[in-house]
């Protein structure tokens, strides 16, 4: 039994006695405590693979805030690194590749990885961080959606103008489909996999998708994350699985990202949270939205942003806490207190006729 299930209530807009609050990136680089633990696992990846210290930096931040949920620590970047794409951090630097896919045969030739055997690592991690927890908040699971998986894949490490994978897009869009077609049915194994090993609820991050024009998002990445959503175990543990669906740039297209049957919408903090309620509340919850660079401010400053998108979200369930995008690394480790107790604070009066 959870002792906190308000975040798992609120993406079903069940009634809550308080709108719940994570941050994406919770686990990392702003605490000194991982920091730490990263360097007694040697290097990114190392943590990663070690269950008993992926655990540790999962809990991490639940011991110092409020937090209504906890995220697995891992990368989106573990299932090409399971297709033998050779990844790597350097020092200060950002994912690079080792292989690139650069024609048909290095599409044709990846394999969908087992989660249980190339992905063993993370399920192990999932499985751990689910025992630690004692159930005292859900976990949530998470993928990097194929289209922004295709743009590592395809550039070889992080971009700034996609140029490689556009022109893929525009000069071969057929092998552009059969890569992602085949990311989107391992991102189907990977999330149920973890399902599986005890993830309450899962999350797919499509964090390159708002560099796409309007027509080809909908055919090279949403149409992928709708396979997805299709394919996914949707009930475990005598509950169901909610899935969250985060589009960084996506404000264009919450109506088409509504209909794909995720439980819960991603908002990043260009968008108006009162107008995507307006547009798309009473089909699926929302998930964000504070800039997160907010969190530089003073602690008057972020309640009042704090304030501003609950009131924005207005009265009744349905609305999880959230920044517009990961947490920054240097902020003060005090500000996320602030933020998530204002949110418990601040917006019960919004669920008093729940």
Known sequence: MLKNDRYLKALLREPVDMTPVWMMRQAGRYLPEYKATRAEAGDFMSLCRNADLACEVTLQPLRRYD??????????????????????????????FARPIECKADVENLPIPDPEQELQYVMNAVRTIRRELKGEVPLIGFSGSPWTLATYMVEGGSSKAFTK??????????????????LADSVILYLNAQIKAGAQAVMVFDTWGGVLAHNEYQHFSLQYMHKIVNGLIRENDGRRVPVTLFTKGGGLWLESIAETGCDAIGLDWTVDIAQARARVGHKVALQGNLDPSVLYASPERIEQEVASILKGFGHGSGHIFNLGHGIHQDVPTESPKVLVDSVHQLSQAYHQQD
Request: charged share 25%; net charge negative; aromatic share 6%.
């Open 165 to 182: 994978i556009k022109k893929m897009l525009y000069t071969e869009p057929k092998l552009l489909h059969l890569l992602l077609d085949k």
């Open 67 to 96: 937090l209504d949920a906890a995220i697995l620590f891992s990368d989106i970047l573990t299932i090409p690194d399971a297709m033998g794409l050779g990844l790597s951090f350097g020092a200060g630097e950002g994912p690079k």
